[in-house]
């Protein structure tokens, strides 16, 4: 199961891969800079609107899997399992490495 730490991760790296600071990303979604470095750091407990409200600045879905899927996903992420291309070019859009 995907924990605060990890959203928090993925919200900190979308943001730095689109070169926007964390006041600014704040400020579009509507919330203070503190609520932000608390949630990117896995120590806040953010409101549901505002997390949408982030990953619609972030141009970010929020996906909701079966638990069924979510050992697959681990296994591709830690690069355990044969990276699907649209593994690839989802980690390329992250910010995070691989992709073509």
Same mark, same amino acid.
């Given at each position: +199961? &995907?924990?605060?730490?990890?959203?928090? $991760? %993925? #919200?900190?790296?979308?943001?730095? =891969?689109?070169? #926007?600071? @964390?006041?600014?990303?704040?400020?579009?979604?509507? +919330? $203070?800079?503190?609520? !932000?470095?608390?949630?990117? &750091?896995? %120590? /806040?407990?953010?409101? !549901?609107?505002?997390? !949408?409200?982030?990953?619609?600045?972030?141009?970010?879905?929020?996906?909701?899997?079966?638990?069924? @899927?979510?050992?697959?996903?681990? =296994?591709?992420?830690? /690069?355990?399992?044969?990276?699907?291309?649209? /593994?690839? %070019?989802?980690? =390329? !859009?992250? /910010?995070?490495?691989?992709?073509?």
């Amino acid at each position: +199961m &995907t924990n605060l730490q990890d959203i928090g $991760h %993925r #919200i900190r790296t979308a943001r730095k =891969a689109r070169g #926007i600071t @964390a006041v600014a990303l704040a400020a579009l979604a509507g +919330m $203070h800079r503190n609520t !932000l470095l608390a949630l990117e &750091t896995g %120590r /806040g407990n953010i409101e !549901l609107v505002k997390l !949408l409200a982030l990953c619609e600045e972030l141009e970010l879905d929020l996906l909701l899997l079966p638990r069924q @899927a979510a050992p697959l996903r681990a =296994a591709e992420a830690q /690069g355990l399992g044969s990276q699907t291309e649209l /593994g690839a %070019r989802l980690q =390329a !859009l992250m /910010g995070e490495g691989g992709g073509t």
